[in-house]
């Protein structure tokens, strides 16, 4: 049912293609539906940076969350369709080989009882490596991180690690999975500029030397500046605005964008 | 540092302080601050910028007498803080107030708005009860919060909302400094921008001071009169924010470098 898994993504000329479409998330209040992300449409190719911002409370983690069915609880997905290529698929079923993720908070996104080459193993078998193979891998998606240097990196416990340090073990085992998407929501909100800066480097080259397709969930205008190709801005559940980022930072048409875009024209500029 | 005429209101001499080991390395302490010399003035706004791990916030911990130093001293209006009766305690507490970076974590999430705004009030304060509710209720729209919502709990509002708590809070007793450790670096633009000119507009009309403390050039840019890096423990390097931030020290170029970029590649 699904195209083959493991061999690297397509080049350039056949992108594939993940498709979210009208998806409508509800909770229930005092018995009542209550909608919190209306009639999202996004689409994600591979060698493709695509930004959903929003302020908080927009939705746009939501979303994030209902293209892979991993919503919080007493959220739940009420209608929508995801699609691979065309061919509907369930969510679930996109988890880890398909789409890896990467999450905002990283100290609580590992097992603190495990190294981070224990990690790696338990990736490698859910991705099909047997043990010289993981090793091996797990060796080059540290090195692709920047982890490959320092030999004592696989051996090291959570709590021995930076923020910085741990976002890059975490995208290194994303890239284990050899999943053609990649799906980050906010990625560098607990890092200082400086880590930030780096960890968003790494983004911009592995999208651009193995052609993964990000998805990138942020609130930080300077972030979709520096990565996205094209963006979708959402407002109180629903994308209000989207297409081209150049153009998008032209010529923002909407107010909610506009606001976006003041704030962080106000904050970039030199004090005058 | 710029000379000014006045007593500056907090003060550190050769501030220095290292925690001791854990575990099995229990018996070398690392020193995380030496020889910090800083001094703000009354009604001024100062940054303190720096790296994860650079010290800024055991420096502010410091400076707000919840940790005691290992060597120096830090001054309230002249005073040392280890020397201050309870009285004199009571006096620093109302007037040097602090707002942190996890809003959450920071207020009971069994006591309401109204209640977690007035606790200050009424440690610090010999106001009578009809006056604090009348205080939190102005506290609370002077953030841009509804005086209507001091009847709700910290979990039904939004991280944003409860940020603003923490700083109704700390502004509650009129302090003359309030120390924002990271205290808007976790909230989006648009809200950043909207609280730093709320701040900049009560030190206009109170002359309360602001100390800073971020990685976030951008704010420090917009909000303070000066800034200082603070980089493995020691101010490293210091410069004013007008007419143009200048900073010459590596550890300063690099945080000044991280900014991101205002436009697109090929946008602007």
């Known amino acids: ?272 | 540092m710029t000379a000014r005429p006045t007593p500056s209101l907090l003060s550190t001499r050769d501030l220095g302080k290292a925690y001791a080991g854990t575990g099995w390395r229990r018996g070398t302490p690392r020193t995380v601050l030496a020889g910090i010399e800083l001094a703000v003035a009354a009604e001024e706004c100062v940054a303190l910028i720096g790296r994860s791990g650079s010290g800024k916030s055991t420096l502010a911990r410091l400076l707000l007498g919840l940790e005691r130093p290992d060597a120096g001293a830090v001054r309230f209006r002249g005073q040392d803080l280890a020397g201050l009766d309870r009285a004199g305690q009571r006096r620093f507490r109302a007037a040097v107030q602090m707002v942190l970076q996890d809003p959450l974590s920071a207020v009971n999430p069994r006591h309401d708005i109204g209640r977690i705004v007035a606790e200050p009030l009424r440690h610090l304060t010999d106001l009578p009860a009809a006056e604090r509710v009348a205080r939190v209720g102005a506290m609370l729209s002077l953030v841009g919060l509804d005086p209507a919502s001091s009847g709700r709990l910290p979990g039904q509002l939004s991280g944003g909302q409860v940020q603003r708590v923490g700083l109704a809070r700390a502004l509650a007793t009129r302090p003359a400094l309030v120390v924002l450790d990271e205290a808007v670096s976790n909230l989006d633009a648009p809200l950043q921008v909207e609280i730093l000119d709320r701040l900049a507009a009560l030190r206009r009309q109170q002359g309360t001071a602001f100390l800073l403390v971020t990685h976030d050039v951008r704010l420090a840019r917009r909000f303070a009169d000066r800034v200082l890096v603070l980089e493995g423990g020691r101010i490293v390097d210091a410069a004013p924010c007008r007419p143009r931030l200048d900073l010459t020290h590596p550890a300063a170029r690099a945080l000044v470098d991280a900014v991101l970029p205002a436009y697109p590649e090929g946008a602007r």
């Open chain 1, 1 to 272: 049912m699904s195209p083959p898994a493991s061999p690297p993504p397509c080049p350039p000329p056949c992108p594939r293609v993940l498709r979210a479409e009208t998806l409508r998330v509800e909770t229930r209040r005092d018995g009542a539906a209550v909608p919190l992300v209306t009639d999202a449409t996004f689409e994600l190719r591979t060698g493709e940076v695509l930004a959903l911002v929003g302020a908080s409370g927009s939705g746009k983690s939501l979303a994030c969350a209902a293209l892979l069915d991993t919503l919080p609880p007493g959220t739940r997905r009420s209608a929508g369709r995801v699609s691979l290529d065309g061919v509907a698929v369930a969510p679930a079923a996109l988890r880890g080989r398909t789409v890896a993720s990467v999450l905002q908070a990283p100290r609580s996104a590992f097992n603190p009882l495990r190294t981070i080459a224990d990690h790696a193993g338990e990736t490698g078998a859910a991705a099909g490596l047997r043990r010289a193979g993981a090793r091996a891998a797990m060796r080059e998606a540290l090195a692709a991180v920047g982890l490959g240097d320092d030999p004592r990196v696989p051996d090291l416990y959570p709590f021995q690690m930076s923020g910085g340090m741990l976002q890059r073990a975490m995208i290194a085992l994303a890239l284990l999975a050899r999943a053609p998407f990649l799906v980050a929501d906010e990625p560098t909100t607990d890092l200082d500029l400086v880590a930030q800066a780096r960890i968003l480097d790494l983004l911009a080259a592995l999208v651009r030397d193995r052609g993964l397709g990000l998805l990138i969930v942020t609130h930080d205008m300077g972030v979709v500046a520096r990565l996205a190709d094209r963006t979708a801005v959402m407002a109180e559940g629903r994308i209000v605005e989207g297409g081209d980022t150049a153009a998008l930072f032209a010529r923002p048409d909407r107010p909610e964008t506009r606001a976006l875009l003041a704030a962080h024209h106000a904050l970039s500029a030199e004090a005058s």
